[in-house]
């Protein structure tokens, strides 16, 4: 029995020591690998979604913007009888007047609460 001790202690001891210190080594240069794609794709994503905003989704959110803003200039330009007989039309510049008369009235509030400051 005391050989097996001996064994115990001269071979299975040091062989799972090393054996665990393989699956050590293994397991951290898999999680170094991995850090290592993170520190580089994580700022490269952020730099590309960036760019992209700001060179192809701004772009064409300020060219809609532009475009429904010279449609209801349009509007201006039809005769007044038509607006007031035609009920989705009076209705459309009811509903623009009423959008600009809330941003003017939100203005002016923002304007008087600062003055009162």
């Given at each position: ?5 001996a ?12 054996l ?19 520190s ?74 600062r003055?009162?400051?």
């Amino acid at each position: 029995m005391k050989w097996l001790l001996a064994a115990d202690t001269k071979y299975l001891t040091p062989a799972f020591f090393a054996l665990s210190d393989l699956y050590r080594s293994q397991a951290m240069n898999a999680i170094n690998g991995f850090l290592d794609f993170l520190s580089l794709f994580v700022p490269l994503f952020v730099t590309a979604f960036v760019l992209v905003i700001v060179l192809a989704f701004m772009p064409n959110v300020y060219a809609t913007n532009r475009d429904i803003e010279s449609k209801r200039k349009m509007l201006l330009y039809l005769p007044v009888v038509i607006v007031s007989r035609v009920a989705s039309i009076r209705l459309l510049v009811d509903d623009i007047l009423q959008q600009r008369s809330d941003r003017g009235s939100g203005a002016a509030a923002a304007r008087g609460s600062r003055r009162g400051d």
